[in-house]
Structures are given as C-alpha cells and as structure tokens.
C-alpha cells in the first residue's frame, strides 16, 4: 500500500541530522522548534495560526473544545470516516449527528446536512465535514450553512494537507481544522503527532491551553485540558518534509491519472456504453485540487477482488469496512442499517489500491493486469 523507506531514502541525511541537532539541544517538548513548525505550517495551509498538538485525534477534540462546543451540543459530521471524527465529538461532551455521503465522492452531503440542521430544533451545532481521501468537501455550500445558521465549521483534515478548494485550501476554512501526521500520511512524521490551524488568535490560545493541562502557567489550572504538546523531534522532521509536500502530492495526482488511464483502457471502468464494468472511479470536483492521500474505487465482488490480490502480492486497504453510525460503540445513537444507505454502500464496495508518491508505474501496471485477470 505504502513503501515509506523510499521517502525516507531520499531525506535520509538531512533527517538524521534534525533529530540528532534536537538530542544535542536537549528540548525535547514545544519549545522554539515546535514554534517555528506552527509558523510554518500555519503558512503552508494559508492559516493565521497552527497549533501543534500529538495527534489528528486530539487535533479534533482541540478545535471542537476551542470552537465552543459544549457538552450537550451536537455536530454534524461523516458516517464514512475514521473512528476519530465520530469519537472526538463524545470526547468534547457532544453528540455525533450522522448525515449521509454524496455517493460520486463519499464525501459528506451539504444538502444531507442542511435538511439535518433544518430538522434540529434549538439544539447547539457543529458541522464537521471530513475531506476524505484528500478531497476537499463542498466547502463553499458548508461556508453558507454555517453562516446561514449561525453553527461554527471544523474540518477534520486529517487526510487532506495541501488540498484545495475554489483555490483556497484545506485547514484555512474553519473556526478550527484538524490535521494528522501519523507516518502514513502525505505529510508524515516519525510517530503520532497532529495540529489545529484557525484564524483567530483567541482560539489559537485557547488550544495551546487546553493541549496543555489547562494552563498558561506551570501548575495553574485555568480548566482541564490534556497533555497533547508536540515533541520538538515531531516538529523536526516535519519541517524537513514541509518544503517537499508539494512535489509528492503531485506525484500522488500524477500517479492517480495513470490508474485513471490504466483502468479505463482495460475496459474495467463504468461509462455510458458500459455501465455493467466492474469499477466505478470516484468523482473530482472541479473546483477540488486533489492530493489523493489514498486513490479508492468502488467494485464488484470486493471482498474476493482484496484475496485475489493479495495471493498475488498487492495489498489494498477498506477505507472503512463499517460506517461509524453501525458501530458497536455508538449504538446508544440508535442508528439502525437502512438509516445511511450511502455510506452503508460504499463501505461494501471501496477498495484502495497502492499510493504514494514514489509508487512506479510498472507497480502501478501490475495491479490493474491482476484486477483485470480477476474480471477475465
Ligand atoms: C479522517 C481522519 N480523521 C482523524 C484521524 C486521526 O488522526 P491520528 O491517527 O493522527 O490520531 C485520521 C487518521 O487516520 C483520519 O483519517
């Protein structure tokens, strides 16, 4: 699915020698590297301000406690995600409202949520739109909702760093974004690590409180928040791997177009004259720049296709094999099958192929002759 030594191959030296000048410092939690990340990662994703933090999840729980959510609220959010998205919301005291996903993309459907917030009554709100595999949600239709019912946005990023939307990108949109660096990511570090980026200075604040017990000041406790600081190494390596994001998500679109190509010259893909193929290829919206933080599509006999595959050396992932809402943890929420066709449909028919940004297209050739032989 994903070879990370070849990334590593390449940066190799230069990463060595930031973590090795972070040991001879001896800083090893926030501090003046962690700083110098935020700055830079706000830059990258056209933010006022970031907020390093350990992980996309804690990423999640931070903007949601720093954009106002409070216990008993509810936010609106994706049913076909990871478990973080659905799990930060309890962790900030809220309740997940599931809406469904728009079948062409599997992102979350503005015109699902509008109905939900038109339905909600005088119940405080979130929308957390999720941009899945590296593609920008409607964002321009969630801005509107937002301002037409006076509910804050938060976007789980946590997939899509480097992604855009109508030109502006992902992490730039929200009261707060979460982003994950966990090592499969585009933008990878050396362990779990995340961070929030937003607009306004006061939530920034806000969220290097909380992501720290609570308090501006060692051992005053303003509330209680979390130990969820950035290591100083985390921050490192990804300020060595920021100035190369760029160039290895348009490796990961360039690598999209020849599976593009590959499937659809095969005669594997859905199209007018041949709407029985076995594949149908998710949907890029125009106005989405796409980083492909995994390339999915949806398929006949999935689960035979995945063993096929595997017995011939190429691994593929189910990015998500349950909904959230059918969740075993979640069923308090009262959420029965039938209740999200889309999303329950799209977890028996997705399947990712490998992807990454070094992916060779002789690799590439190979699983889509194993996908067609599957078929033949
Ligand atoms: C959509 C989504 N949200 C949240 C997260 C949580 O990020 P982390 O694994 O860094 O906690 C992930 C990570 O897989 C994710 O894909």
């Not at 090893?28 to 830079?40: M, P, Q, T």
């Not at 992604?163 to 730039?172: D, E, P, R, V, Y």
């Not at 990015?319 to 209740?339: E, I, N, S």
Request: with cysteine.
């Amino acid at each position: 699915m994903l070879d990370l030594s070849r990334q590593y191959a390449s940066l190799r030296q230069e990463l060595l020698e930031a973590v090795s000048r972070i040991c001879d410092s001896q800083k090893y939690i926030l501090g003046e590297e962690v700083n110098a990340f935020e700055r830079e990662f706000a830059a990258l994703c056209t933010a006022r301000e970031a907020v390093g933090c350990a992980s996309g999840t804690d990423a999640l729980w931070l903007g949601l406690v720093a954009a106002g959510v409070k216990p008993g609220d509810s936010v609106i959010t994706s049913p076909f995600s990871f478990f973080a998205t659905a799990s930060s919301i309890i962790r900030a005291g809220a309740r997940p409202v599931f809406a469904d996903v728009d079948p062409q993309t599997l992102n979350l459907d503005p015109s699902r949520v509008e109905a939900s917030l038109r339905s909600g009554g005088a119940r405080r709100t979130a929308i957390m739109p999720v941009h899945l595999y590296g593609q920008c949600a409607d964002m321009d239709a969630f801005v509107s909702l937002s301002a037409e019912f006076g509910v804050p946005l938060v976007e789980d990023a946590a997939q899509a760093v480097g992604a855009s939307w109508s030109g502006k990108l992902a992490g730039s949109w929200g009261a707060a974004n979460a982003f994950s660096f966990y090592p499969t990511k585009n933008l990878s570090a050396f362990g779990d690590a995340g961070a929030l980026t937003t607009n306004d200075p006061a939530l920034a604040e806000h969220a290097r409180s909380l992501r720290n017990h609570g308090g501006k000041q060692r051992y005053y406790h303003d509330e209680i928040g979390a130990n969820s600081r950035l290591d100083a190494i985390q921050a490192a390596v990804l300020r060595v791997k920021m100035p190369h994001l760029a160039r290895w998500n348009e490796g990961r679109r360039q690598r999209a177009r020849v599976y593009d190509h590959l499937l659809h010259s095969a005669g594997l893909t859905k199209t007018g004259a041949n709407s029985s193929a076995p594949v149908t290829l998710l949907k890029t919206r125009a106005q989405a720049e796409h980083i492909f933080h995994q390339y999915v599509i949806r398929v006949h006999q999935r689960d035979q296709l995945r063993d096929f595959l595997k017995e011939r050396g190429v691994s593929t992932e189910i990015y998500y094999p349950v909904p959230l809402h059918l969740q075993k943890c979640f069923a308090y929420l009262g959420y029965t099958p039938g209740g999200l066709p889309e999303a329950e449909q799209a977890a028996k028919d997705v399947l990712a192929l490998p992807m990454f940004a070094e992916l060779e297209e002789y690799e590439q050739k190979h699983v889509v002759d194993c996908i067609a032989e599957f078929y033949s």
